[in-house]
Structures are given as C-alpha cells and as structure tokens.
C-alpha cells in the first residue's frame, strides 16, 4: 500500500499557489516549444509566439500552462539537458507576469530543477518518479507540485493495464513519502498514449475511477492523441471532437486536470459538464 495518505481537501497545491478543483475542472493549457511535437510543432519555438500563446491560453481560461522543451512522442529524438533548458528558461522568464502557475514537461531532474529555479511551480514527470532518481528529491525540495504520470518502457498487450496503472502509483507515491513531498502536492496521471496498447489506452480511460479511489486527484491527457486517430480517421490538427469527448468522460469520471491544446473549447466543454453533474 502507499505509504502518503491522500489529501482531504480538493486543493493541488502549486509551490504556494492552491488550486481548488472542488466542482471546477482545471485546465492545463499546452505549450510546446519544441520544433517536432506530433501536434503542434514549431508552433511556439520562437520566444515571442510562446508569450502569445501562452497569453491567449490564459485569456481562454486556462489554470495552469505546461510548458515543454521535449517531444515525447512516439519516435522522438532525445534531447540533451543543456538544449532542453535552452529552449524552456527563456520561456519561464518571460512567463512570470503570468497570473497562472507554470508546470515544466520534463524527464530530467536536471532541466526541472533549473526549471523551478525560473518560476515553475509544478514538475510534469511522465515517468512518475521511476525514472530520474533524483527527480523526488528536486521537487521535493522546491515544494513544487507534481504530475505524476503512469508509463511503461515497453508496450505488452497481454498487460493487466489497470492493475499495472494501480502498482505503479503505489511506488509513485512511496518515493514521494520518502522524498518528502506533501500528498497535497501530487496529481497522477494514467499516462494515454504512454507504453498501451489501443485497447489498453481505451481500457485506462474507462477505468479511471478505479485510480481515483487512491485519493489523489487525477490529471488527464488526451488531447489530439493517436487513441482518437485509431477511433476516426482524422490528422492531430482534427481531433478536437474527439479529445473532448474523451475529457468530458474524464471529468463524469472524477478527473481534476485536463491536458489540453484547445482551451477555450475545453473550458467551455468543462463548464457545462460541470452544470449538469451539479443537477444529478
């Protein structure tokens, strides 16, 4: 069993900054700047289109931004420390006016620590803690929140997906006790498009009350995913349909954060699914 005991008030707390996601979705707005995102590549890779984008996201709505210096698409080339920080920290600093939390995209406990040094408050890890063994400790002892999301360095159908989701966490969470990370501080992430299958993808999705029971509020990314290509035909640009749908099951669901491209639709979507789980 996890050894953090899950939070009692619906607040993730963000280096100071609580978000309260009692009855309100939160909605994490994307910001890559990055030249070879699957969705949205170069878009933002210029200092002055990251600022607007991220200004408009803020305009739209958006609670959070997430910022990223990496592509973690499947086929991705890595990409070393020094060049990922040189893409990000500019972009932190010239986000600080910004009335939102920033949250760093990282796998590298390195780049997150510069990260928080610029003003992020929240480490987006995709490896959950398992991976840098130091990324515990740097957030740890920036107080920073954490996203913590489930993946798999290799994709097994065979793979009881829910239950691999479950322990997973329950390590996730043990190295935030040690590390010393408040449970208040902590979102998971069920990791879509990360080492499933479709079938498992699809099986994670329709599960996610079952990681909610940990107690921890759950982030949810599924925005122009190739889940939703596999589902209808249609390139990333296109799938703005579809991510909403599958949001809009995450919210009926219990999640807290969604992950999101297109804000102004989300936070609209999010509203008015919020309005009518209110009058059940």
């Known amino acids: 069993m996890a ?5 009692t008030q619906r607040l993730f707390d963000a280096r100071g900054r609580r978000l309260d996601y009692a009855g309100r979705t939160l909605v994490m707005g994307i910001l890559n700047v990055t030249p070879d995102s699957f969705s949205d590549g170069g878009r933002s890779a210029r200092l002055d289109d990251a600022v607007a984008n991220a200004e408009r996201m803020v305009a739209e709505g958006a609670d959070i931004i997430d910022v990223g210096g990496e592509s973690t698409r499947p086929g991705h080339t890595p990409v070393p420390a020094e060049e990922e920080m040189a893409r990000v920290l500019p972009v932190l600093d010239a986000l600080a006016h910004l009335p939102v939390p920033i949250s760093i995209d990282t796998q590298k406990a390195k780049v997150a620590e510069a990260a928080l040094a610029h003003g992020a408050a929240i480490v987006n890890d995709i490896w959950g803690l398992m991976g840098d063994p130091d990324m515990a400790r740097v957030t740890a002892a920036h107080e920073a ?22 322990a997973f966490f329950d390590q996730t969470l043990e190295r935030a006790a040690r590390a010393g990370i408040r449970p208040e501080r902590i979102s998971l992430d069920p990791g879509i498009g990360f080492g499933k299958t479709f079938e ?19 982030l949810l990314g599924t925005s122009r995913k190739s889940l939703i290509g596999k589902v209808i035909d249609a390139a990333p640009a296109e799938r703005l349909p579809g991510t909403i749908a599958s949001n809009v099951i995450g919210i009926m669901a219990g999640c807290a954060i ?3 491209h297109d804000v102004a639709a989300h936070v609209q979507a999010a509203r008015v699914t919020e309005a009518i789980l209110r009058a059940a």
């Open 3 to 7: 050894s953090l005991t899950p939070p």
């Open 145 to 166: 929140g954490l996203v913590a999301m489930h993946n798999r360095a290799s994709v097994d159908g065979s793979v009881d997906i829910v239950a691999d989701m479950l």
């Open 200 to 218: 498992q993808n699809l099986k994670a999705l329709a599960s996610l009350s079952e990681i909610g029971r940990l107690g921890f509020p759950i």
């Open 258 to 260: 969604i992950r999101v």
